[in-house]
């Protein structure tokens, strides 16, 4: 695989950007094989994703991230300066529920997700014998419903012992505390049905199979402290009729979460999601 520098850039929207940019990777001999830029009018914000060959700029990360220092604090940039070479470290988290864990583990498996998985923790000892056949840690932390906190200062301690850059909430049934949304503000996704709140509690697609919906959806968005509510990054639907079954609707919302969370874990490796307040900005 080739070997890619890749640049992700926020800052107030003004000109020459672009030109400053582009002409410093240029003067470093940087070839750059993707450009991605967008300018929010409304908030007057600007987003930018280069990916450049890294062997073409003939120096090493560091020192591109020095030489690039003055111009990221002359336009008031928060910027992030990344090495494809260096895998993130992804934790899962899972109840009981399947069809996301496992669609992960297959991708990651193919080679379609550029992570490593360092562990997958579960408040259930269901999908152990899966997770570690393919060799990977399974950690099971009980949430006793009167003192939930011990679990999850259990689940810090495990996602700081693996060093995780991102955890991903593959349907895991469990509200995270406030204090484990701020530290892992940006870093922790999750997936959701789209019949919130309208058809909230237990079997929801039943609820909506007797409203008669003609929409089945999932959004994939950023952990927040305000529940389901945080940056989205990808969503999806599936149409469906009177003439499908409760069952039919479970499975199609099976597929269509499995699908969204998959892409959007994707496009959060590989650098493609900036967040602006609560919203994002998706080079995709």
């Known amino acids: ?17 672009v030109a400053r940019v582009s002409s410093f990777i240029a003067g470093h001999g940087g070839s750059i094989t993707e450009a991605s830029q967008h300018s929010d009018l409304e908030g007057g914000r600007f987003f930018m994703r280069y990916e450049i060959l890294a062997d073409s700029v003939g120096m090493p990360l560091e020192a591109l991230r020095e030489a690039f220092a003055p111009i990221a604090e002359e336009f008031e940039m928060a910027w992030a300066l990344n090495d494809t070479r260096q895998r993130r470290r ?32 579960s408040n259930h000892e269901d999908m152990r014998g899966l997770v570690e056949w393919h060799g990977i840690p399974y950690h099971h932390v009980p949430v006793k419903a009167d003192d939930k906190q011990v679990a999850f200062d259990e689940v810090q301690r495990l996602v700081d012992e693996a060093r995780a850059d991102c955890v991903v909430l593959a349907r895991y049934m469990q509200i995270m505390p406030p204090a484990l949304c701020d530290r892992f503000r940006g870093r922790m996704i999750n997936i959701h ?81 900036l967040i602006h307040g609560n919203k994002t900005v998706v080079f995709a």
């Open 1 to 17: 695989m080739s070997h890619y520098y890749r640049l992700v850039v926020s800052c107030p929207d003004r000109l020459g950007i």
């Open 90 to 121: 992804v934790v899962l988290m899972v109840s009981r529920e399947t069809h996301c864990l496992v669609d992960l583990l297959y991708r990651w498996t193919a080679g379609e997700l550029d992570c490593d998985i360092a562990g997958v923790i």
């Open 193 to 273: 049905h789209s019949f919130l709140p309208s058809f909230a509690g237990a079997r929801p697609y039943h609820q909506a199979h007797q409203r008669g919906v003609k929409l089945i959806g999932a959004t994939c968005h950023y952990v927040t402290e305000e529940l389901d509510a945080g940056p989205i990054i990808e969503q999806d639907i599936h149409r469906v009729s009177h003439c499908h079954t409760p069952e039919d609707l479970v499975r199609f919302g099976r597929d269509v979460e499995k699908a969204v969370l998959a892409r959007g874990l994707r496009w959060h490796l590989q650098d493609r999601v």
